[in-house]
């Protein structure tokens, strides 16, 4: 490891953070009242710097470190990272007074006018390649994230549905020369490593031996679940016991700085969540008594890198890689042939899952829609985004799907369309009807009007 990159990381140290847990609205009141919670974690995008909720505000008042985790930048995309996006998340390290801030190594978006071809969203987060073309992008990204952001950027390695063929490089090697030439510190999400061991083949013994573990800023722990062969990162289920096992192996090999259970869904009572953070920290002391017990296992050098001295240009590379994205993203989402050499069986279970996490989101971020459709939200929804590429934001999204609703809806009854349209109109400006002066007593008279 060349002097400069361990200089950029003897920068970037976080101090320690020690165990903690993703604060969700949804379990904001347990969080609270667990014990031996150290930090939280905060998706950055859904929190307002001027408006933080209240029981962040607490946290924070009691010492509790919080950090926030970004999901929409798009480090691994073949465009610069956004300045607005960059922005915005600083605003909220500022807000949260936050050591470090993270991010993923992925892809969210593609086409444009890179490509000259339609732009479209994913709505969740895809694999790059791992190949020098995208370690050189992936690279100058990330030095542009770090100039824009006043605190240490750590990125997260993602888990996969696919693979890309042709990957000249293992995943340990990766992320290797992409710390070695940025400086940048890691976020390991062990989960990850697990669902990339069942979908790919990939040994995570062998990546988190060739990891820089110098550079580990925390690790993620979630749970998931295994269908028709594919495992799913669903953040939704218990961890399992083989991701608590990795975390052991990592564990034995370095002290992390902190460890991080991830719960998105299916929240279950609270003390279920006390017992699985007791299940990680039981993982964690295996593997400091393995480590005390046994030599400290020597770092793998990882392969020959370029020292951490200037990128090398990225305008072909960045144009290569971003036909290759907006090929795929374009099979995923909007129904074109699939790219050469990717298995097509695993494409079609990437586009559903990215339609099901496109349904989810906008039943969160639209909640009525769920409550006004029924049972019936999630087939509409679904024969929607079939049809639509998602191409802005999920409040976007939810508009465009209420307005195809009401074309095509010969079956919705009046209650429901009528209800549509008052949501539709509701949300429709550039702030809800709802917050205006008056709108209360119109929204009344609109829905005896529409009652005739």
């Known amino acids: 490891m060349g002097t400069a990159q361990a200089e950029r990381i003897a920068r ?11 604060w969700r609205p949804e379990i904001a009141d347990a969080v609270e009242q667990m014990p ?22 607490r946290l924070r008042g009691r010492g509790v470190t919080v950090v926030p985790h970004g999901v929409s930048l798009g480090l691994g995309g073949a465009e610069p990272p956004d300045a607005g996006r960059l922005a915005a998340l600083a605003e909220r390290v500022a807000a949260l007074g936050a050591p470090l801030v993270t991010e993923h190594i992925a892809f969210v978006r593609a086409g444009g006018a890179l490509t000259a071809s339609p732009p479209l969203e994913a709505g969740h987060l895809l694999p790059v390649p791992r190949t020098r073309d995208a370690l050189d992008v992936l690279c100058a990204n990330v030095r542009i994230a770090q100039d824009a952001l006043p605190v240490p950027l750590a990125v997260e390695n993602i888990a996969a549905l696919l693979s890309w063929p042709g990957d000249e490089m293992t995943e340990g090697q990766f ?40 550079a580990l800023a925390y690790v ?131 586009s ?33 985004a079939h049809r639509r590429p998602m191409a802005g934001g999920y409040r976007r999204d939810a508009l465009d799907f209420v307005r195809q609703v009401l074309r095509d809806g010969q079956d919705v009854d009046g209650r429901v369309r009528g209800e549509l349209r008052e949501w539709l109109l509701d949300r429709s400006g550039p702030a809800p009807r709802s917050a205006r002066p008056g709108a209360r007593f119109a929204r009344a008279t609109r829905r005896v009007l529409l009652r005739r």
């Open 220 to 350: 993620h722990v979630a749970g998931g679940v295994e269908r028709d062969g594919v495992w799913h990162d669903s953040h939704a289920h218990p961890v399992s016991r083989p991701v608590l096992d990795l975390l052991t192996d990592l564990t034995s090999r370095i002290d992390p700085p902190g460890v991080l259970l991830e719960r998105d869904d299916d929240f279950p009572a609270p003390r279920e969540l006390e017992r699985e953070l007791m299940a990680v920290r039981t993982a964690l002391a295996r593997g400091h008594a393995r480590r005390r017990g046994t030599p400290t296992p020597t770092p793998t050098t990882g392969p020959a890198a370029r020292d951490a001295g200037e990128i090398p240009g990225v305008d072909g590379p960045r144009q290569r890689i971003g036909l290759a994205q907006a090929a795929l993203l374009s099979a995923l989402v909007a129904g074109t042939p699939a790219p050469e050499g990717f298995d097509r069986a695993r494409l079609r279970v990437q």
């Open 36 to 57: 031996g919670i150290d930090w939280v974690e905060v998706v950055a995008e859904n929190v307002c710097p001027g408006h933080l909720p209240a029981s962040l505000e």
């Open 352 to 384: 559903r899952a990215l339609a099901g996490k496109r349904a989810d989101v906008v039943a969160k971020v639209a909640p009525e829609l769920p409550r006004i459709l029924g049972g019936g939200y999630r087939g509409a929804f679904l024969a929607y």
């Open 175 to 214: 992320l290797y020369d992409l710390a070695d030439r940025t400086g940048v510190r890691l976020l390991i999400d062990v989960a990850n490593l697990h669902t990339n061991r069942v979908n790919s083949g990939a040994d995570p013994a062998k990546a988190l031996a060739e990891l820089p573990l110098e």
């Open 12 to 22: 970037g140290t976080a101090r320690a953070l020690g165990t903690g847990i993703g």
